[in-house]
C-alpha cells in the first residue's frame, strides 16, 4: 500500500448514492456519514492490534495471514485516511477533486465538465 495522493492527488474512498434517494432521505444520509466516520476515527485512533482481532473474530480474511503485514497494512491504510488531516476523514476536499480532474486530462483518460457536481459535504455539514 502507498498513499497515491502524494503522486497523484485522488479521492479516496467514496460513498455513493442517487439524487434522488439522497433528497427523500436526507437524515438518514447524515445519519449514515457521521456513523461512518465515527468508525473511521476509531480506526485511526485505535491499537491496530485490536482492530484485527476484532475484524478476524467475524470476518474470513483470505489476504495475507502474515499478522505483522495486516498490522502494517491497517497503518498504512490510516495513514492516507489522514492524508488530509483528520478534520477532512470522510469528507470531500475540492482541491483534490480538482486535481484529480485535472490529471485525467492530461493524461487523456476523461475530461470533466465541472467537477464540483461529483462531489457534496451535504451530509457532513448536516447538523442533525
Do not use: H
Not at 467475524?58 to 498490522?71: E, G, T
Not at 497503518?75 to 490529471?103: C, F, H
Not at 487523456?108 to 442533525?128: C, E, M, P, R, Y
Amino acid at each position: 500500500m502507498w498513499s497515491a495522493g502524494r503522486y497523484a492527488p485522488v479521492p479516496g474512498g467514496v460513498i455513493i448514492t442517487t439524487r434522488g434517494f439522497a433528497e427523500k432521505n436526507a437524515d438518514a444520509c447524515a445519519k449514515f456519514w457521521r456513523g461512518m466516520r465515527a468508525s473511521a476515527l476509531e480506526l485511526i485512533k485505535e491499537d491496530p492490534n485490536k482492530i484485527l482481532d476484532r475484524a478476524e473474530k467475524k470476518y474470513d480474511i483470505s489476504a495475507n495471514k502474515d499478522r505483522a503485514f495486516r498490522v502494517a497494512a491497517i497503518k498504512a491504510y490510516n495513514e492516507m485516511m489522514l492524508a488530509q488531516g483528520e478534520a477532512n476523514v470522510m469528507r470531500n476536499v475540492p482541491e483534490i477533486w480538482t486535481k484529480s480532474a485535472d490529471l485525467m486530462a492530461k493524461a487523456g483518460i476523461a475530461k470533466v465538465a465541472n467537477v464540483d457536481a461529483l462531489w457534496t459535504n451535504k451530509f457532513a455539514d448536516a447538523k442533525s
